[in-house]
């Protein structure tokens, strides 16, 4: 799963997406429309925890995948490999200048409702090219021969093309599982789950700086629409915590009034905005977190495992990762009952451990 990182020129996206995924770019890409990829750890206590209770050989955390892909604007839209690593990504991440520094210049006031605004309306733009062009063929086609799957498609992309004409975004469209798979396709960049990253100036009162920036830019309405959220980080404070130990990097947001950095809770929201969860398997050789989509069955989540376990899939040992630290061992769980048996159909939970029986 990817998600791709956009922004205005001059907002910090491409320094965000170095702390994020720790990749060296050079400070002038040779390309400017160039995708960078890189992969981030999603940080998680409840797996860190477990690990203390069975100090395994082996941690391994889930993660996820953050594209970086040039300074969006309708000139860049109309770019065939621009538009197509975008059309690639599962959700956006759109990071807005809040922060002032006279090292980076400003393209413009600084006014988040605006550039939110004015990037959701390229998306849309570009969404309402690509179906006009559709709906001039599939006319053409109902002409020579109508078929209920090419009415059905025509329909829904009418209903689109007006959904996009009131200026609003294909993720606030209501769709059926079947009117999203037939769009699917198209990979229209204004369905796409959104987030928003407030990328905010450093001050002596950060941790509450960050907790109010949402409220305090009127995101809050934008963030509660369907298929998105917003967040706030300070860049200029991560790429220094980026830089630290463990250690220096805890006091260090001690200082500030901060459990943790910014970036975790940026991943956090990654992580739900994609629809994803985590499960885990715990034991002495490895403890592991898994990704799979919220209300995938035990049988599908055995399949992340190895595709053997999905094939062969008996049972699955299961108990919340809470009640295994409390019961500190999974017999002492199996006699207190909160380790028990589940079947394939089994709705997997976020923080579930499971031990799958299999027949392989």
Request: net charge negative.
């Amino acid at each position: 799963m990817k998600t791709g990182i956009i922004g205005l020129p001059q907002v910090g996206k491409t320094s965000l997406f170095r702390i994020l995924t720790k990749a060296h770019l050079s400070a002038q890409a040779s390309n400017p429309r160039e995708a960078h990829i890189g992969v981030a750890k999603v940080p998680d206590d409840r797996l860190d925890r477990l690990a203390a209770l069975y100090n395994p050989k082996k941690l391994t955390h889930t993660s996820v995948e953050y594209v970086d892909v040039g300074a969006i604007g309708q000139d860049a839209l109309k770019e065939t490999a621009y538009i197509g690593h975008l059309r690639q990504v599962d959700a956006l991440a759109h990071v807005v200048r809040v922060f002032e520094d006279p090292s980076v210049p400003l393209v413009a006031e600084i006014d988040p409702l605006r550039d939110i605004k004015n990037v959701e309306f390229d998306l849309m733009v570009s969404d309402l090219g690509q179906i006009e062009k559709r709906l001039e063929r599939l006319e053409k086609d109902l002409k020579k021969m109508k078929t209920p799957e090419l009415e059905k498609e025509f329909e829904l992309l009418k209903r689109a093309n007006a959904h996009l004409g009131a200026e609003k975004p294909l993720r606030e469209m209501e769709m059926t599982p079947e009117d999203k798979k037939r769009l699917r396709g198209f990979m229209f960049l204004s369905e796409k789950p959104i987030f928003y990253v407030l990328n905010i100036g450093e001050s002596m009162e950060l941790g509450k700086e960050l907790e109010e920036a949402v409220s305090k830019y009127k995101l809050t309405e934008s963030a509660a629409r369907p298929n998105a959220a917003a967040t706030a980080i300070c860049g200029k404070v991560e790429a220094e915590l980026a830089e630290m130990s463990d250690a220096d990097a805890a006091e260090f947001l001690s200082s500030y009034g901060l459990k943790e950095s910014g970036l975790v809770r940026l991943i956090r929201t990654t992580y739900k905005l994609l629809g994803l969860i985590s499960f885990f398997t715990a034991g002495e050789d490895e403890c592991r977190a898994w990704q799979v989509p919220a209300h995938s069955r035990a049988q599908e989540a055995a399949g992340a495992i190895h595709s053997d376990l999905e094939k062969h899939f008996i049972r699955a040992e299961t108990i919340r990762w809470d009640q295994l630290l409390e019961a500190g061992s999974e017999a002492n769980g199996r006699a207190k009952g909160t380790l028990r048996l589940e079947g394939k159909d089994y709705i997997v939970q976020d923080g579930d451990v499971m031990h799958i029986r299999h027949s392989g």
